[in-house]
């Protein structure tokens, strides 16, 4: 069964107000200061090139294992579903393809935000920790079609594994950046996917 793979955060989920959250808890609680809109303005990229810029002398792993408690106790109720997500998911599910979430995210945690935003029952697989090149090995492992995010980052992984790269303009990167990154297409949100999919099932699958 052919492989359709999603990024999560800022493309299916808005979690930006969870992850500011969780990373300025975790360096106040190791009494560094955080710029808010620095960190917004970077969701979506690694937790290892976060924290090193707020609270450079803390061991990431510890670093990691307090903002991954306070996503769980926190964040999760933080999530809200992007428009367009969910006819998204099922448009693709409709047409008898397995959908693969592919996340800098943990897997657990994936999981997580996907129970709680109501897509865990679209979703086949989750590959976590993963971003730009690494995820491009991940959609190679299962040799996805397309891939769908909203970074820059994505875009890279979805061209490094041979995949078609849909960009939607609904995180921190414009759609001029993500045309510049070398976008197959750019979307506004995932309101439009569904047009393109049904245009991609007929003539470019």
């Given amino acids: 069964m ?9 493309t ?13 808890h975790t360096c106040r609680h190791f009494g560094g200061q955080v710029d808010e809109d620095v960190v917004r303005a970077g969701v979506g990229l690694p937790l290892d090139v976060v924290f090193p810029e707020f609270i450079p002398d803390v061991p990431y792993a ?24 969910h ?6 599910v409709d047409d008898g ?10 897997d657990t945690h994936v999981r997580a935000v996907l129970e709680q935003v109501g897509l865990a029952g679209y979703v086949a697989d ?4 993963r971003f730009a090149e690494t995820k491009a090995d991940a959609l190679r492992e299962h040799a996805a079609l397309a891939y769908v995010g ?15 790269a849909v960009a939607v303009a609904t995180g921190p990167t ?7 990154a070398g976008a197959d297409v750019v979307l506004a949100d995932l309101t439009e996917f569904p047009t393109w999919w049904a245009g991609f099932t007929t003539h470019g699958s």
């Fill in 12 to 24: 299916l989920v808005d979690s930006a107000d969870a992850i500011v959250d969780s990373v300025a």
């Fill in 97 to 106: 393809y397995r959908i693969l979430v592919v996340s800098a995210k943990k």
């Fill in 150 to 164: 909203d970074h820059t980052g994505d875009v890279r992984g979805a061209l490094g594994a041979g995949a078609v």
């Fill in 174 to 180: 414009s759609a001029d950046d993500l045309r510049a």
């Fill in 62 to 85: 510890e670093a990691l294992e307090v903002y991954r408690a306070r996503y769980l106790s926190h964040g999760l109720a933080m999530q809200t579903l992007l428009p367009g997500a």
């Fill in 87 to 92: 006819e998204s998911l099922a448009a693709v």
């Fill in 126 to 129: 989750v590959v976590g920790e």
């Fill in 2 to 10: 052919p492989v359709i793979g999603f990024d999560l955060d800022m």
